[in-house]
């Protein structure tokens, strides 16, 4: 597997396709349709991820095998630690062991950086994949409901790693 750190505004526009494709295959089972496409467009529409890299220290790659772009994972450069904001997979690639290796890379950013953890936030019924992060070291140690705007909000745990 390859990974293709994004920078142009081409890049972007097929993070931001592939976002919308996955997206919308995998939230219709905890979130509505509404809610989805609101947090599309306010986190992962073309003009979000621009901002993202360019204003707010976010580092995006897409996963490519044999020319498919399977997934994505975004991260954001903190003071104290690496927050793992994104990683997604699409369905065909899931348990395959993409998602550890995106994990595998995302560590590596995490030391080029020097930083000490890495941090997440994940939907409380989202128990496949809290169950994926905690097989990989990831501990809870808060929750959090954030009021996103249009009558929306993230119920999430958020979890921790220790590199």
């Not at 996955?22 to 992962?44: A, C, G, N, R, T």
């Not at 065909?92 to 560590?107: H, P, S, T, V």
Request: net charge negative; hydrophobic share 40%.
């Amino acid at each position: 597997m390859n990974f293709i750190n994004i920078k142009t505004d081409e890049d972007i526009e097929k993070l931001a396709g592939l976002a919308s494709e996955i997206w919308h295959e995998y939230w219709p089972v905890i979130l509505s349709v509404e809610q989805i496409d609101y947090m599309i467009e306010k986190f992962q529409s073309f003009n979000a991820i621009k901002k993202q890299i360019e204003e707010e220290r976010y580092i995006y790659n897409i996963m490519e095998d044999n020319g498919n772009f399977i997934g994505y994972f975004g991260v954001c450069l903190k003071d104290n630690y690496l927050f793992l904001s994104k990683l997604y997979i699409r369905k065909d690639f899931r348990e395959l062991g993409c998602g550890k290796q995106a994990f595998n890379k995302i560590k590596q950013i995490a030391m080029q950086f020097n930083k000490q953890s890495i941090q997440l936030t994940v939907n409380k019924n989202n128990t496949n994949t809290i169950k994926a992060y905690e097989k990989w070291g990831f501990k809870t140690i808060d929750s959090a409901v954030t009021d996103i705007g249009s009558g929306f909000v993230m119920d999430d745990y958020i979890m921790e790693y220790y590199l």
